[in-house]
């Protein structure tokens, strides 16, 4: 049986759906210099950019969010993000960058999807792409963790 999704689900899969075909297309068009080579991932500046990266990432989203948890225009309370919520609510800053986490996420794997067709040209961009998102997303559930008060139960079971 097909459930019946709202409006703010069709938006945002819309907006997925055009960010994984900009990827696929750009991947597509990309002549590149053939990608990256497995020596230049193994470079000691490249590892340890990606450990900070990965660490910086998340704690600076949560940072930011966290300031509108004593923004006085912000929501008294925000709602747990879901593909069925308004992404541009800027009252409720989590939806927002959710929305946008995976837009990085789905526009990479666009771009990961069109590598066979540019000699798998995988480019570093793609990858980062990737990460950037999943760092986001980890950014989402730290201020959903810190701010637990903050956020309200929802009465369906997701």
Partial sequence: MWKQHTLWWQVRWAFYSIAFINGLLRSISDKG???????ELLDVGLIIFTIFFLAMIPL??????SLQAINPHSAPFWQRPTNETNP?????????????????????LGGV?????????????NMI???AGFCILVGVRLVMRWFKKKIKVSDENE
């Fill in 60 to 65: 600076a989203v949560a940072a930011v969010i």
């Fill in 129 to 131: 792409g990737i990460v």
């Fill in 88 to 108: 541009f609510s800027l009252r409720d800053p989590l939806q927002l960058v959710h929305f946008f986490g995976y837009l990085c996420i789905m526009n990479s």
């Fill in 33 to 39: 210099d053939g990608g990256i080579q497995f020596s």
């Fill in 113 to 125: 999807a069109g590598s066979p067709f540019s000699h798998f040209n995988m480019t570093i961009d």
